[in-house]
């Protein structure tokens, strides 16, 4: 800094000084590359984008809403002048997992039981669940849906796909059942293993003592 220029002959340092003060500062703001787009949910409280389905079950359906897409996420904001973010969903190209919030899903499943036979979230769940909550009967679709909704608060729904391979689907217990049943997965029972014991000849291994044999040795009553 301290040398002269190699053309205009004057110190660097004083070069810099002159310039400096025509540097601009740089944003203290990362500069945000994203785009927005209106979009509307359906009447399953989906939205579609890049041909996947979106799940937002804590929204009404039919509901308006805003897009606002970046390179490897889609912010879903309310339109209602307010712009609050409703849910963050990966872009579809990035192979990240679409995160499902179960049990607000069967909340909207309850409210409406007869959407779970066309909804595309059904398709997702375990197999044994799709089985147990899609039947034609709409009384045991209702009940089931609830019981599927009480339990998610305890177990996930992975888990509850499991319970339901271990029971019959048709059989009217199946609540009960499937509630032991879970626990039962949740709380196995502890069998410890066997410890050394190097005290008891071997000749006496497996053997199991005569008590009548103890009991007239030690005087007791032979009934």
């Known amino acids: 800094m301290e040398r002269p220029h190699y053309n205009k002959g004057e110190l660097i340092s004083v070069l810099w000084q002159q310039e400096a003060s025509k540097l601009l500062q ?7 590359i994203y785009r927005l787009k209106n979009a509307r949910l359906n009447k399953y409280s989906e939205l579609q984008f890049d041909e996947t389905r979106f799940p937002l079950p804590q929204c009404k359906a039919l509901l308006s809403v805003l897009f606002k897409v970046r390179w490897d996420e889609i912010d879903v904001l309310s339109a209602d002048g307010e712009y609050q ?39 997702m769940m375990p197999k044994s669940v799709q089985i ?35 029971i019959s689907p048709m059989d009217e217990r199946n609540a009960a059942i499937l509630e032991h049943v879970l626990y039962a997965m949740a709380h196995p ?10 005290h008891t000849p071997e000749c006496l291994h497996g053997q199991f003592p005569q008590l009548e044999v103890y009991d007239r040795l030690m005087g007791g009553a032979t009934s």
């Open 132 to 166: 147990f909550v899609c039947v034609d009967d709409a009384e045991s679709r209702k009940t089931r849906i609830a019981l599927i909704r009480r339990l998610l608060k305890t177990y996930a729904l992975e888990q509850i796909g499991h319970g339901l391979v271990k």
């Open 26 to 32: 740089l944003p203290t703001v990362p500069l945000e």
């Open 85 to 123: 973010l409703l849910a963050t969903f990966p872009r579809p190209y990035t192979e990240k997992a679409i995160p499902l919030d179960w049990r607000a899903i069967f909340e909207g499943y309850q409210r409406r039981p007869r959407s779970v036979m066309y909804s595309s979230f059904t398709s």
């Open 189 to 198: 029972e502890y069998h410890p293993e066997p410890f050394t014991e190097t």
